[in-house]
């Protein structure tokens, strides 16, 4: 048996960063220790169009097609599947996963006629023992964590599978089969690595601690052994840890920490966090710097008190905050990155230009990179179950779910709310005093610096591509 695996082109933000799809990686890489045949096409690091892909389909001549991807682009894989059904072989299973597929598989499988198979949740066991039913031409009833049409065309759900309870048993991702060499990060060569999954936080607008039952944590021998095999074997010695957040506890990191020192092997890594958990690790910040992490994201998501606890965030501390970004900017030259999320329900146009203006004050003095988006309630959310019981969801066009246009009812219009985003972006990046420091970045020191300002100046690109691409059709509902 032949499994083709497929990341489906992403729609925007391509020049400034190509990450590779982990889960696929990871689910290529238990087939492969099965004894499967498998092929990867990843399209968003190639760039190729769909057309290329069902070429691709064509000389691969695989038995089953999987693909998946995120919210906003799970169209291109129903399309990808409709090809390959008509254009190539009814014969070929095809199969969605993914986050947006487990919780869309019924609406899935009706909408496309020509989908198989939903693998649901967490996939690498659930695809290993799928494909060996599949070969062996055996009932799929008994096969845990799937939803499929019968003959008759009814849609079957299998039982849920229980999550992986120790990830270390995972064998290292299937990197051979993907195109490494062209994932980076403004340039810089980058590779994904995980420390965890699921999460500790129950963010309404998350649909990780949905997918993912409970927390279970990578041993930090297992983190760093992955990191060297990358570097020994693709020439990556530069990671984003990618979780939603990373190091949720302080005896991984200190673990992560000493296993670093004592391999001492140059690794540089980076990862997402909120500032309140990083600010508990303070005592670590010059062990962390010296053991390789060069940038630090710190989901902000807003200021507003209330906000704030939509978010499940702690209360605002201003001065706290400030002087921890001076510390790592200043004194630890270490890059920050800071999220804000706009558009919550009951949001007021006041609190979004309050977070606007803070921003511009935070950035570049006290932060190397502001970043915004649009709140989207993803399907399986805590948030999309309250907006559709509300009925406040303004379209379930998939496409318009990349966080970068109003898809929910506010206290702001719509219209009101694109506008105010497309302005953050504007009045933080347009300025004179951030191209200036730019400019002088791309003389420091800090190498990290010097690949972040080469990349900025793709950023107004691919800002205008994605407001070409939220304004294009969407006048039915942005009003």
Same mark, same amino acid.
């Given at each position: 048996?032949?499994?083709?695996?497929?990341?489906?082109?992403?729609?925007?933000? $391509?020049?400034?960063i190509?990450s590779?799809?982990?889960?696929?990686?990871?689910?290529?890489? *238990?087939l492969?220790?099965?004894?499967?045949d498998?092929?990867? %096409?990843?399209?968003?690091?190639?760039?190729?169009?769909?057309?290329k892909?069902?070429?691709?389909?064509?000389?691969?001549?695989?038995?089953?097609?999987?693909?998946?991807?995120?919210?906003?682009?799970?169209?291109?894989?129903?399309?990808?599947?409709?090809? $390959?059904?008509?254009?190539?072989?009814?014969?070929?299973?095809?199969?969605?996963?993914?986050h947006?597929?487990?919780?869309?598989?019924?609406?899935?499988?009706?909408k496309?006629?020509?989908?198989?198979?939903?693998?649901?949740?967490e996939?690498?066991?659930?695809?290993r023992?799928?494909?060996?039913?599949?070969?062996?031409?055996?009932?799929l009833?008994?096969?845990?964590?799937?939803?499929?049409?019968?003959?008759?065309? !009814?849609?079957?759900?299998?039982? +849920? /599978?229980?999550s992986? +309870?120790?990830?270390?048993?995972?064998?290292?991702?299937a990197?051979?089969?993907?195109?490494v060499e062209?994932y980076?990060?403004?340039g810089?060569?980058?590779?994904?690595?995980?420390?965890?999954?699921?999460?500790? &936080?129950?963010?309404?607008?998350?649909? #990780?601690?949905?997918?993912?039952?409970?927390?279970r944590?990578?041993s930090?021998?297992?983190?760093?052994?992955?990191m060297?095999?990358?570097k020994?074997?693709?020439?990556?010695?530069?990671?984003?840890?990618?979780?939603?957040? #990373?190091?949720?506890?302080?005896?991984?990191?200190?673990?992560?920490?000493?296993?670093?020192?004592?391999?001492?092997?140059?690794?540089?890594?980076?990862?997402? $966090?909120?500032e309140?958990?990083?600010?508990?690790? /303070?005592?670590?910040?010059?062990?962390?710097?010296?053991?390789?992490l060069?940038?630090?994201y710190?989901?902000?998501?807003?200021?507003? +008190?209330?906000g704030?606890?939509f978010?499940?965030r702690?209360? &605002?501390?201003?001065e706290?905050?400030?002087?921890?970004?001076?510390?790592?900017?200043h004194?630890?030259?270490?890059?920050?990155?800071?999220?804000?999320?706009?558009?919550?329900?009951?949001?007021?146009e006041?609190? %979004? /230009?309050? #977070?606007?203006?803070?921003?511009?004050?935070?950035y570049?003095?006290l932060?190397?990179?502001?970043?915004?988006?649009?709140?989207?309630?993803?399907?399986g959310?805590?948030?999309?179950?309250?907006?559709?019981?509300?009925?406040l969801?303004?379209?379930?066009?998939?496409?318009?779910?990349?966080?970068? $246009?109003?898809?929910?009812?506010?206290t *702001?219009?719509?219209?009101?709310?694109?506008?105010?985003?497309?302005?953050?972006w504007?009045?933080?990046?347009?300025?004179l005093?951030?191209?200036?420091?730019?400019?002088?970045?791309?003389? !420091?020191k800090?190498?990290? /610096?010097?690949?972040?300002?080469?990349?900025?100046?793709?950023?107004?690109?691919?800002?205008?591509?994605?407001?070409?691409?939220?304004?294009?059709?969407?006048?039915?509902?942005?009003?």
């Amino acid at each position: 048996m032949k499994v083709l695996l497929i990341q489906p082109p992403l729609l925007y933000y $391509t020049k400034i960063i190509k990450s590779p799809n982990i889960g696929l990686a990871s689910i290529a890489a *238990v087939l492969e220790g099965a004894g499967i045949d498998v092929a990867v %096409i990843d399209a968003n690091a190639e760039g190729i169009s769909l057309d290329k892909i069902i070429g691709k389909i064509k000389e691969i001549k695989p038995d089953v097609v999987g693909s998946g991807g995120q919210t906003p682009i799970s169209h291109l894989s129903l399309e990808i599947f409709k090809k $390959t059904k008509n254009e190539i072989s009814k014969d070929i299973v095809t199969l969605a996963g993914g986050h947006h597929f487990s919780f869309t598989d019924e609406e899935s499988l009706q909408k496309c006629p020509e989908l198989d198979i939903v693998v649901r949740g967490e996939a690498e066991y659930t695809m290993r023992e799928l494909c060996s039913h599949l070969d062996q031409g055996k009932s799929l009833n008994d096969i845990k964590g799937i939803s499929y049409k019968d003959a008759k065309g !009814s849609i079957i759900k299998n039982t +849920a /599978r229980e999550s992986i +309870a120790d990830i270390d048993t995972l064998p290292f991702p299937a990197w051979h089969l993907f195109p490494v060499e062209k994932y980076h990060d403004k340039g810089r060569k980058m590779l994904a690595v995980t420390t965890a999954r699921g999460c500790i &936080y129950k963010c309404p607008h998350c649909i #990780s601690w949905k997918i993912h039952k409970g927390v279970r944590l990578k041993s930090p021998k297992r983190i760093v052994d992955e990191m060297i095999y990358v570097k020994e074997h693709f020439g990556h010695d530069t990671f984003f840890f990618h979780d939603d957040q #990373s190091f949720s506890y302080r005896e991984q990191l200190e673990g992560f920490l000493n296993e670093l020192e004592r391999r001492n092997n140059a690794l540089f890594w980076s990862y997402e $966090t909120r500032e309140e958990a990083f600010y508990n690790y /303070r005592d670590l910040w010059g062990r962390m710097k010296d053991h390789g992490l060069f940038r630090i994201y710190f989901g902000v998501e807003t200021i507003d +008190a209330e906000g704030r606890k939509f978010y499940t965030r702690s209360k &605002y501390d201003k001065e706290r905050f400030e002087e921890m970004l001076d510390y790592l900017e200043h004194k630890l030259d270490i890059i920050v990155g800071l999220y804000f999320i706009m558009g919550y329900p009951a949001e007021t146009e006041e609190n %979004i /230009r309050r #977070s606007l203006q803070y921003s511009k004050y935070l950035y570049p003095g006290l932060c190397s990179l502001v970043l915004c988006s649009l709140l989207v309630p993803f399907p399986g959310t805590e948030l999309y179950l309250e907006m559709k019981k509300k009925n406040l969801i303004l379209t379930e066009d998939w496409k318009y779910y990349g966080s970068v $246009t109003p898809v929910i009812k506010t206290t *702001v219009s719509p219209k009101k709310l694109q506008k105010l985003y497309y302005s953050f972006w504007k009045n933080n990046y347009g300025r004179l005093t951030v191209i200036a420091r730019q400019l002088i970045n791309l003389f !420091s020191k800090n190498r990290f /610096r010097r690949y972040m300002s080469k990349g900025f100046f793709y950023t107004t690109t691919e800002i205008m591509k994605t407001k070409n691409i939220s304004n294009s059709g969407n006048k039915f509902f942005i009003k």
